[in-house]
Antibody
Framework: EVQLVETGGGLIQPGESLRLSCAVS????????MSWVRQAPGKGLEWVSV???????FYADSVKGRFTISRDNYTNTLYLQMNTLRAEDTAVYYC???????????????WGQGTLVAVSS | SYELTQAPSVSVSPGQTAMITCSGD??????AYWYQQKSRQAPVLVIY???KRPSGIPERFSGSSSGTMATLTISGAQVEDEAHYYC???????????FGRGTELTVL
C-alpha cells in the first residue's frame, strides 16, 4: 500500500526556517519524481517544487531561492527546506509522487494528507 | 509565468451535464489533468492525459481537449460530485507545474 506522511508543519515567525518531511512507503523515492504542492487557506492548489529521479530540481517563482527540495534514499524520505518564510507561505503542504508522463511532463498520482505551515508573528 | 484559466464556479441540477473548462497557451502541446477536491481533503485525480479515466472513477467523468482548451465533463452530475475541480498541466518546458485556480461545482 502506498503511503505518504508529511510532518514538520507548525506555527513559525516570518523570516525563520522550517523543514518538512514526507515519509514514503510502497515505492522508492529515489526512482520516482517527487513534488510538493501547497494550498493557502481558502485558496487553490499551487505547485511548489519537483525533484526528478536524476536529481534535477525545479521551483515555482514564488519560492525559488528560499526553498530546497531533497530526498534521503536510505530512509525513503522527501524533504522541503523552507528558509526566510513569509506570511504568504502559510498553507497546507502536500507531498506527492510526480509521475512522468508522455509529452515530457509529470502529474501527481499519490498525495499525502498534508501538513499545515502557519507563518505569523 | 504560465497560467491556466478556469471559471470560478459552475452550477447544475442533479442529472444534468456539467462542463468545466480550462484554457492555457501550452495545452496544444501538453496534457491536461483534472483533480477533484472535497472539503479540504487531499485532491483526487479524475482525468489524466486529457481523456483517460483512472480506475475507480465513475464513467460519468470524461475529458476532452482541443487547441488551447481542455474540458472536464460530468454527465448526469450527482450531489456527491460537488467539489472544487482543478485543471493541471505544465509549462512548455514540462518542468514547472501549473494549476488552474479551480472551479467550484454546485449540484442542487
Amino acid at each position: 500500500e502506498v503511503q505518504l506522511v508529511e510532518t514538520g508543519g507548525g506555527l513559525i515567525q516570518p523570516g525563520e526556517s522550517l523543514r518538512l518531511s514526507c515519509a514514503v512507503s510502497g515505492f522508492t523515492v529515489s526512482s520516482n519524481y517527487m513534488s510538493w504542492v501547497r494550498q493557502a487557506p481558502g485558496k487553490g492548489l499551487e505547485w511548489v517544487s519537483v525533484i526528478y529521479s536524476g536529481d534535477s530540481t525545479f521551483y515555482a517563482d514564488s519560492v525559488k531561492g528560499r526553498f530546497t527540495i531533497s530526498r534521503d534514499n536510505y530512509t525513503n524520505t522527501l524533504y522541503l527546506q523552507m528558509n526566510t518564510l513569509r506570511a504568504e507561505d502559510t498553507a497546507v503542504y502536500y507531498c506527492t509522487r510526480a509521475r512522468g508522463s508522455a509529452g515530457a511532463m509529470y502529474y501527481f498520482d499519490f498525495w499525502g494528507q498534508g501538513t499545515l505551515v502557519a507563518v505569523s508573528s | 509565468s504560465y497560467e491556466l484559466t478556469q471559471a470560478p464556479s459552475v452550477s447544475v441540477s442533479p442529472g444534468q451535464t456539467a462542463m468545466i473548462t480550462c484554457s492555457g497557451d501550452a495545452l496544444p502541446k501538453k496534457y491536461a489533468y483534472w483533480y477533484q477536491q472535497k472539503s479540504r481533503q487531499a485532491p483526487v485525480l479524475v482525468i489524466y492525459e486529457d481523456t483517460k479515466r483512472p480506475s475507480g472513477i465513475p464513467e460519468r467523468f470524461s475529458g476532452s481537449s482541443s487547441g488551447t482548451m481542455a474540458t472536464l465533463t460530468i454527465s448526469g452530475a450527482q450531489v456527491e460530485d460537488e467539489a472544487h475541480y482543478y485543471c493541471y498541466s505544465t509549462d512548455s518546458s514540462g518542468n514547472h507545474g501549473v494549476f488552474g485556480r479551480g472551479t467550484e461545482l454546485t449540484v442542487l
